[in-house]
T-cell receptor
Framework: AQSVAQPEDQVNVAEGNPLTVKCTYS??????LFWYVQYPNRGLQFLLK??????LVKGSYGFEAEFNKSQTSFHLKKPSALVSDSALYFC???????????????FGRGTQLTVWP | DGGITQSPKYLFRKEGQNVTLSCEQN?????MYWYRQDPGQGLRLIYY???????QKGDIAEGYSVSREKKESFPLTVTSAQKNPTAFYLC?????????????FGPGTRLTVL
């Protein structure tokens, strides 16, 4: 079964400090991994994805994520947090070896990031 | 949110009523999805569709119905059989490229049962 765990419901960080939002996954084959961000009462915005290749993926708004196959992790990072980064972050996974069916994603429960001034 | 519209933004329903949530996309995407979001539970898949006139149940399809008569439209009906429909509903779409497709989301509809 495919699944995603976001072990922290909430992450608090001071503006200017680095931030990390954790994600671990479980798939039977090779994973495709995604990060999305959601602002209050809005839809999800795509940040970045890992398909193959370089383990460090760069995305929108200065975010990056590191794929670690041995630890089955895909943590989201940013070197210097902004107050405007405060939002709900979702990690998602799908199995690349699932054959046909489409872009069926499995989402974590989300991590609320708060950046305080 | 660009390219995918959902309406209405807020919807109130009395118990026993069916309501239909609209989702339209102008991205020429093949696949469309409906998710339900409840606080602390992440996103749960209700229905998805790869092509016109075809759709599959997701994890929580009971009490919901969909249609896909046009590529750009994927309306969701919340029926009176859905026991706890108050939630935030999100529609998404993606190009059906095996494996590498990215889902893009609409702005959502918040449904409240009175």
């Amino acid at each position: 079964a495919q699944s995603v765990a976001q072990p922290e419901d909430q992450v608090n960080v001071a503006e200017g400090n680095p931030l990390t939002v954790k994600c671990t996954y479980s798939v039977s084959g090779n994973p495709y991994l995604f990060w999305y961000v959601q602002y209050p009462n809005r839809g999800l915005q795509f940040l970045l994805k890992y398909i193959t290749g370089d383990n460090l993926v760069k995305g929108s708004y200065g975010f990056e994520a590191e794929f670690n196959k041995s630890q089955t992790s895909f943590h989201l990072k940013k070197p210097s947090a902004l107050v405007s980064d405060s939002a709900l972050y979702f990690c998602a996974v799908r199995d690349s070896d699932r054959g046909s069916t489409l872009g069926r994603l499995y989402f974590g429960r989300g991590t609320q990031l708060t950046v305080w001034p | 949110d660009g390219g995918i519209t959902q309406s209405p933004k807020y919807l109130f329903r009395k118990e026993g009523q069916n309501v239909t949530l609209s989702c339209e996309q102008n991205l020429n995407h093949d696949a469309m999805y409906w998710y339900r979001q409840d606080p602390g539970q992440g996103l749960r898949l209700i229905y998805y569709s790869q092509i016109v006139n075809d759709f599959q149940k997701g994890d929580i399809a009971e009490g919901y119905s969909v249609s896909r008569e046009k590529k750009e439209s994927f309306p969701l009906t919340v029926t009176s059989a859905q026991k706890n429909p108050t939630a935030f509903y999100l529609c998404a779409s993606s190009i059906f490229i095996r494996g590498a497709d990215t889902q893009y989301f609409g702005p959502g509809t918040r449904l409240t049962v009175l």
